[in-house]
């Protein structure tokens, strides 16, 4: 309900001042903007009584900006912020790998792919690893170093949201209030069963209870989802499964890819509190780091041949088309159609123009988006 329609037990002003809180505004802000006392905010919050109040989504244009917000780190920077974050990929692709670096990274707080990771206890819902696997790949992150007791909790079942789910995982926030993210692998398992035949409307409501404890609680959760196997699209994420009522309700949106049996891959992001931007990643022995040093994601889509050559050339400077054929064991006329290749590409060219008697020379181009 909103905060204008509660009742006691403690006054309106009070319940204005919480709905503000749940919106993002500091106690201190929300106290003088109502005026009422943070020690009367900070009582209140406590009560089981609170959560019935929605997050205030009304405001006077004066009022909006007096008011004051909390600023919350990303989870892992730039990537995982406070909110709903859904990332999707195909089958295999490795992004419960991806998920378990970084619930160790976040009870560790420790890097992740050359990023910042915000400390904090984590809950994982593993549902479709069991404990078994899930337990083989954590050994083999953690090796003899785990994380303490208590930091990070793993459950492999899970009712679905609307059928004590959700309430399950309020209880557990409620008993570790130091816990800011909690990991969902994957929806299906969770997401209500569908009434009725509008699409839209089901794939909104399957992520919105979290959405909304994501923002009363000021913590990131992150949700699994499939990508569906288009190739040939105008905008990566329409890869993701479903209709656009997952993506409206998410706050970042993460698409990871990777060939089968390559051992790089691309992670693109978007959304209303992250830059969209595309990440260069390697993978190697079966987890995720940064891509080879220098290496601009756009190159990810490449074959294997085109990225090796373009590394030889950062690596070992600028180089003829007959040494790189000589390198690789290739005629000069199909390398030269590899180069030509990168060089549409915006990733290598020419080096100079080239004089009478003396032959092309190549070097890469270096982006900004690695």
Known sequence: MSADQYTP????NVALAVAQVYAGVTVESAAKANSCTAAEITQALILPEARLIEPASEWDAVDLLAAEFRETPDIL?????????LISAAPKVGKTRLLTQLAVAAVRGSMLLNRAV???KVLTLALEDGARRYRKSL???VWDNPPARDQLRIRTTSKRLDDGGITAIDQHLDLNPECRL???DVLERVRPRGRGTNAYRLDH???APLQRMANLRQIAIVVVHHANQCSEVSDVFEKVSGTSGLIGVVDSLLLLQRRRGDDVGTLSVSGREVEDQTIALGFHDGWWGPAPEGMPAELLSESREIRTLWLWLAEEGPATTAALAKEYGRTENTTQ??????????LVDSLGKTAPGRPQQWQVVRGDSQ
Request: charged content about 20%; overall charge negative.
């Open 9 to 12: 037990p403690f006054p309106l």
């Open 182 to 184: 909690v990991i969902i």
């Open 139 to 141: 050994d083999h992150l």
């Open 337 to 346: 159609k590899l180069l030509h290749r990168l060089e549409d590409c915006e």
């Open 205 to 207: 409501e399957a992520l």
């Open 118 to 120: 915000t400390p904090t």
């Open 77 to 85: 920077a730039g990537v995982v912020p406070v909110g709903v974050t």
